[in-house]
């Protein structure tokens, strides 16, 4: 007689399936205070003297916490509920979101197409950055130019993709050198497949995790470099050219001043991080190490085929044709962004959809989340929150206004988020233009100080820069032993040469 296995009891309870899935893995601390934030919002409107006012600052630091909570929770899940509940409870209307997400379709397009475009250039990416590593022996050479590499190739292509080549290169490598020296015949697909290494092999590990460390370090801080250089190079300058009416050699010239200074800075402060060994850099490749990965490279460059060669060429033809196209303005960057996509699969043979999806896949949850940002902006605007503190800026003597609102761009960026930062304000001295409150020779500069200041102090966290974020939460960080306290450790000097270089010639250059 066949026994029947006993039926399951399930272990939770129809409400705590509930608890579970909201905001799936986040702490219940977290779940608590979203629950309280979406709880009290609605209420406080019924007390007396509150109003929309009071509530909409409130909501507006709720959804910050948010952001400066990405590591805890992704912000779309809190932040698009905060968003819902603003519309739910009248602090906005669907409508002035939609107003917003239409003065904002070049940033959207940008993100969609560009983003996707340069997806399919990571096997040249990837070429680039794996020669450097490989074949540059000095650190402190090998340092500058993969921060200035990276800071190129941001100015023209998003700087998340930049970032994720450098941690897949980086990732590559330490795989390969693990799988050796762990006596594996090939390097498995998953890096924690690779058993641990014996004693013999613990300090060459430990100096290869710091030599990786201060690579991708110097890499991030260059994808910022050069980020802020261009239009292109950040969603917000976009959104900051479009206010100011500037293409894209004009927003070149136009931020040179502090730009070009601060990235002049930048590189200097990487040499001689190098060079003095301090706050964690200047760790060198152990010989061994550099062997196992020159015969790797060597042994991959060899079974490259002509299909390989031909699909590189089809790149670099199409690098060179967005550079081209963005410097003369041929189209706006959301369409120049959809020319690349088309070039590249059209002559390297991605014919199958589900293929091509993949490099949106990158792009569209920051994109909902940028139009989550731009509801959150409405009920600023709607309420007119910043009002205020763009009043009393503007009162101030015109030759300080720009460094005041670069100090208080740089540090909110540094807590949130750079975007939603830029967004706020851009819109609002947008508005005194529009309302003859200050000249157009204020508003160039206060936009100038608005875009040095989200891109340049923001290095200091993780939470700033979404180059640095990714940084953080990629594979790679753990494997390095990159935690968030050492990179904040790691980036102290850069935000201390860069952010106060770029407060001088905000303060000196732009009157």
């Keep these: 007689m066949s026994s029947r296995p006993a039926p399951t ?13 909201f905001l799936g893995s986040s702490p219940d601390w977290y779940k608590y205070t979203i629950l309280t934030f979406l709880i009290i919002n609605p209420l406080l409107l019924f007390i007396p003297g509150v109003g929309v006012t009071v509530v909409g600052w409130i909501l507006v630091l709720e959804f910050i916490f948010t952001l400066a909570m990405a590591l805890t929770c992704y912000p779309l899940l809190p932040g698009g509920l905060l968003a819902l509940e603003a519309v739910v409870i009248g602090l906005t209307t669907p409508e002035a979101i939609y107003l917003e997400l239409q003065a904002n379709l070049k940033v959207i397009l940008l993100l969609v197409f560009m983003v996707a475009g340069i997806y399919f250039m990571k096997d ?7 020669k450097l590593l490989i074949h540059v022996r000095s650190k402190v050479l090998l340092s500058l130019l993969l921060s200035f590499v990276a800071a190129f190739l941001s100015a023209f292509l998003d700087a998340l993709t930049v970032m994720a080549v450098i941690i897949a290169v980086s990732l590559g490598f330490y795989a390969v050198y693990n799988s050796v020296a762990a006596g594996l015949a090939e390097v498995p697909e998953d890096v924690h497949d690779i058993p641990e290494l014996s004693e013999e092999h613990q ?10 460390r201060n690579l991708v370090m110097h890499g991030a801080v260059g994808t910022a470099l050069g980020g802020v250089t261009t239009q292109v190079g950040e969603p917000q300058n976009l959104l900051i050219a479009d206010r100011l009416g500037w293409e894209f050699m004009e927003f070149v010239f136009q931020m040179a001043p502090v730009t070009f200074p601060v990235l002049i800075v930048g590189l200097a402060t990487c040499v001689l991080l190098e060079i003095t060994r301090i706050f964690g850099y200047g760790a060198r490749i152990p010989h061994s190490v550099h062997r196992i990965l020159l015969e790797a490279h060597v042994d991959e460059m060899n079974q490259l085929k002509h299909s390989d060669r031909s699909a590189l060429i089809v790149q670099a ?19 120049i962004g959809l020319l690349v996509i088309v070039l590249q699969t ?18 569209l949850p920051f994109t909902a989340l940028l139009v989550v940002f731009f509801a959150i902006v409405a009920v600023i605007h709607g309420a007119h929150l910043f009002t205020p503190i763009s009043d009393y800026v503007l009162s101030l003597p015109v030759d300080a206004q720009p460094g005041y609102y670069y100090i208080a761009n740089g540090l909110l960026s540094a807590i949130s988020d750079n975007v939603f930062v830029a967004t706020v304000y851009i819109q609002d001295v947008a508005d005194a233009y529009a309302n003859g409150e200050i000249t157009r020779q204020q508003f160039d500069a206060l936009g100038i100080a608005i875009n ?20 953080l939460t990629s594979s790679l960080a753990p494997l390095i032993r ?28 732009l009157f």
């Design 203 to 212: 300090a060459d590990l430990i100096e290869f995790r710091a030599f990786l």
């Design 9 to 21: 009891i399930e272990a939770q309870s129809l409400p705590q399936a509930f608890w579970q899935g």
């Design 317 to 335: 033809i199409a690098a060179l044709t967005l550079i081209f196209a963005l410097a003369f303005h041929v189209a706006e960057v959301g369409l």
């Design 124 to 130: 040249l990416l990837l070429f680039i950055f794996s």
């Design 452 to 471: 040095t200041g989200t891109n340049i102090p923001s290095v200091l966290t993780p939470n700033g820069q979404a180059a640095f974020l990714f940084l």
């Design 346 to 363: 059209a002559f390297n043979g991605e014919t199958e959809e589900h293929n091509i999806g993949k490099a949106f896949q990158e792009a």
């Design 482 to 509: 990159l935690s968030y306290g050492r990179m904040v450790y790691m980036a102290i000097p850069y935000f201390i040469t860069m952010g106060t270089v770029g407060w001088v010639c905000v303060n000196w250059f």
